[in-house]
């Protein structure tokens, strides 16, 4: 009698890799004999179906982790590139003079240029953080057990928890790459909000007319303090793969670099005009120190 059980017991075990593996022989494009043999020798030998059918999927699961730590930037290195460009802002702002206003400044655009730093700074530590998440996160894969928790406590159970789970997974990763694309679209719009900026006290650093050196020598500082900063999101950006951002923040080098040129071109059109007859800078000072009346020739009384 116990040995009938064990029999009805095993068979019906049997039965559901079977029919599993009848069904996946048959999707796979094989006859229906050659599935029906199959499908029974898996029947028969189920414990070591389902032993290769659990190292089956640890294997794939396995495979789809590493592809996601594989694709994932190194977190040492995004650390690095968001110091380096947050540092470069910070720089460019004691440079601005943002820190301490000057006597006889003005408030609003001192406030104006402080804010547009300070936005700078947070947007490139929200993108890197975000892009960070997002790189570690697969919209594909299975939900962790504190997604699915609410919707255990709802009164879900198996399939049905389970599915709820990717749900939750899935929206949840949608709601990151969303805030991910607004914080692109944010740094990208503070780097030219900081550009404006820059440009704005250039060209009040760098006035036509008479210049003094140490003037016009910050005022090109304040252009490579720039380039620098851009720079480092650029390398920030290409660290995620994300080209969207590189060529938006390389846009704003390339405009710098063009303004760059066409003042150098001015600058020498302008060196060049002094040159050939214009005014100089400096008042020509006469020197009347030594100058005597004209003493008269013999040369010059005769007829």
Same mark, same amino acid.
């Given at each position: ?29 094989? /006859? ?9 020798? &898996?029947?028969? &030998? ?14 794939? /699961? ?15 290195? !995004? ?35 402080? #804010? ?49 789970? /990717?749900?939750? #997974? ?8 969303? #805030? ?8 990208? /719009? &503070? ?6 900026? !820059?440009? #704005? ?27 620098? &900063?851009?720079?480092?999101? !650029? ?50 000072? !006469? ?17």
């Amino acid at each position: 009698m116990l040995l009938s059980e064990l029999f009805i017991i095993y068979f019906a075990a049997a039965a559901p890799f079977g029919v599993s593996r009848f069904l996946s022989e048959r999707s796979g494009g094989a /006859r229906t004999r050659p599935a029906l043999r199959v499908a029974a020798l &898996a029947a028969l &030998a189920w414990p070591v179906t389902s032993i290769n059918s659990l190292l089956r999927r640890a294997a794939s /699961r396995v495979e789809a982790t590493d592809e996601v730590e594989n694709s994932a930037p190194d977190s040492r290195a !995004v650390e690095r590139a968001t110091r380096a460009a947050v540092n470069a802002l910070r720089a460019l702002e004691d440079l601005l003079g943002c820190e301490v206003p000057p006597v006889g400044a003005d408030e609003s655009s001192i406030t104006e240029a402080r #804010h547009a730093l300070f936005n700078a700074r947070g947007s490139v530590e929200r993108y890197s953080g975000l892009a960070l998440a997002c790189a570690a996160t697969d919209a594909g894969a299975g939900p962790t057990p504190r997604e699915m928790e609410l919707c255990r406590i709802a009164g879900r159970a198996g399939d049905d928890l389970l599915v709820a789970g /990717r749900c939750v #997974h899935r929206r949840n990763a949608a709601r990151l790459f969303a #805030h991910r694309e607004r914080a692109r679209a944010e740094l990208v /719009r &503070a780097l030219a909000d900081v550009r404006g900026v !820059v440009n #704005h006290k250039y060209a009040a650093r760098h006035a036509s007319g008479c210049t003094s050196r140490p003037r016009v020598e910050g005022a090109a500082l304040l252009r490579t303090t720039l380039g620098d &900063a851009l720079t480092c999101v !650029v390398t920030l950006a290409s660290l995620f793969e994300d080209d969207a951002t590189a060529d938006a923040v390389n846009s704003l080098l390339d405009e710098g670099r063009r303004e760059v040129r066409q003042e150098s071109r001015a600058d020498s059109a302008a060196r060049g005009g002094s040159r050939e007859g214009g005014e100089s800078c400096m008042t020509p000072a !006469v020197p009347t120190a030594f100058v005597t009346p004209n003493l008269g020739t013999t040369t010059s009384r005769g007829g």
